[in-house]
């Protein structure tokens, strides 16, 4: 079963960091794009960040929600990991993070998700 796995959730206080990965389980070759996703207490889920892929690594692009530019980072550490690296975490970034492939021929898969809770 092709299913992503998230690790590094946790407790942080306000003004800290995390750093969140998502390891592709299966074939990666026909992973087109990695997306991280949230769901806070009572929100619908909202994306976050997505790395689709390039040709190359150096052709990848990157997209980030307004809420998260210029405190999120989402970079593929290697074939088969992307990670989050979240700065400057606010209570409101409180939520569980999913991890979502989009494959070839629009087959999506998600993770189990991975708590992330900011205190004040």
């Known amino acids: 079963q092709v299913q992503p796995v998230e690790s590094g959730g946790g407790l942080v206080q306000a003004g800290g960091s995390l750093r969140l990965s998502c390891a592709a389980s299966g074939s990666v070759f026909s992973i087109l794009s990695v997306g991280w996703y949230r769901q806070g207490p009572g929100k619908q889920r909202e994306l976050v960040a997505r790395i689709t892929s390039g040709v190359a690594t150096s052709d990848d692009r990157t997209d980030y929600a307004d809420p998260v530019k210029g405190r999120f980072t989402i970079s593929r550490d290697n074939a088969k990991t992307v990670s989050l690296q979240m700065n400057s975490l606010g209570p409101e970034d409180t939520a569980v993070y999913y991890c979502?492939?989009?494959?070839?021929?629009?087959?999506?898969?998600w993770g189990q998700g991975t708590q992330v809770t900011v205190s004040s």
């Open positions: 979502k492939e989009t494959r070839a021929g629009g087959r999506e898969y």
